[in-house]
């Protein structure tokens, strides 16, 4: 016996065509009503490659290439430099602390736990600072001297890093490497905003040390002869 539902279920199908709705047996195609156009949107490839076409024939693309590559060199040479670095008027030296809190697990590819999340990790507990970093303003003279004739208590030179400056006209007169640091991220992360600034290592700790030197052909901004006693 069919249960009350399957039978109501069953009367109302069978009722349908009845009450006016077709069943798929009488589905007919009813045409098309209303006036239909087609797709009047340009190809958006195609603008953009006749656009090419049109400046290259007309040698504005040979133009904006080299505008680019005009950029990118003045780029190279002489970087955009570090906003609001003044030179240093007297010694000041502080200790700053390169340890990090670990946010997550750090593992290795085949999930080996390298430092848990929380651990306290200090870089140089493992390792050592290679060559004291020395930060200066290329366009001083002075600085540029004074960086090429500092060595460490190793007798080894210096990493020179410019927070302004043309490093490649540098590299070209000394024959030695300088570096650029771009977009100021260790300036940031150290705190500096005086050169010269000497960068070394203190056991664990970087010690950070405003060294103020004399250019003598800028009398504006000769440094003091304050000093600030070393932590």
Same mark, same amino acid.
């Given at each position: 016996m069919?249960?009350?539902?399957?039978?109501? !279920?069953?009367? %109302?199908?069978?009722?349908?065509?009845?009450?006016? /709705?077709?069943? =798929?047996?009488?589905?007919?195609?009813?045409? &098309?009503?209303?006036? %239909? $156009?087609? =797709?009047?949107?340009?190809?958006?490839? *195609?603008?953009?490659?006749?656009?090419? +076409?049109?400046?290259?024939?007309?040698?504005?693309l040979?133009?904006?290439?080299?505008? *680019?590559?005009?950029?990118?060199?003045?780029?190279?040479?002489?970087?955009?430099p570090?906003?609001? /670095?003044?030179?240093?008027?007297?010694?000041?030296?502080?200790? $700053?602390d390169?340890? +990090?809190?670990?946010?997550r697990?750090?593992?290795?590819?085949?999930?080996?736990?390298?430092?848990?999340?929380?651990?306290? &990790?200090?870089?140089?507990?493992?390792?050592?600072? =290679?060559?004291d970093?020395?930060? &200066?303003?290329?366009?001083?003279?002075?600085?540029? *001297? $004074?960086?090429?004739?500092?060595?460490?208590?190793?007798?080894?030179? *210096?990493? /020179?890093? !410019?927070?302004a400056?043309?490093?490649?006209?540098?590299?070209?007169?000394?024959?030695?490497?300088?570096?650029?640091?771009?977009?100021?991220?260790?300036?940031?992360?150290?705190?500096?905003?005086? %050169?010269?600034? !000497? =960068?070394?290592?203190?056991?664990?700790? !970087?010690?950070?040390?405003?060294?103020?030197?004399?250019?003598?052909?800028?009398?504006?901004?000769?440094?003091?002869?304050?000093?600030?006693?070393?932590?």
């Amino acid at each position: 016996m069919m249960r009350p539902t399957a039978l109501l !279920l069953a009367a %109302t199908l069978a009722a349908l065509p009845a009450a006016g /709705i077709p069943s =798929v047996a009488s589905a007919r195609d009813l045409g &098309v009503r209303g006036a %239909t $156009w087609p =797709v009047a949107e340009p190809d958006l490839l *195609a603008q953009i490659e006749a656009r090419l +076409i049109e400046m290259e024939r007309s040698g504005a693309l040979a133009r904006l290439e080299e505008e *680019a590559r005009a950029s990118a060199r003045r780029k190279l040479e002489e970087p955009d430099p570090l906003p609001g /670095i003044a030179p240093a008027t007297r010694e000041r030296s502080r200790l $700053w602390d390169p340890a +990090i809190t670990v946010a997550r697990d750090i593992r290795t590819a085949d999930g080996a736990l390298i430092a848990a999340a929380g651990t306290r &990790v200090n870089p140089l507990e493992r390792t050592t600072l =290679v060559r004291d970093l020395l930060f &200066v303003d290329g366009r001083r003279e002075a600085e540029i *001297a $004074w960086a090429l004739a500092h060595e460490d208590e190793s007798g080894r030179p *210096a990493k /020179i890093v !410019l927070l302004a400056g043309r490093p490649l006209d540098l590299m070209r007169q000394y024959r030695r490497p300088f570096f650029f640091d771009q977009g100021g991220r260790l300036a940031a992360r150290f705190g500096l905003r005086f %050169t010269p600034s !000497l =960068v070394e290592q203190a056991g664990t700790r !970087l010690r950070i040390t405003e060294i103020p030197v004399e250019n003598r052909n800028d009398p504006g901004s000769e440094a003091g002869t304050g000093t600030e006693g070393k932590e």
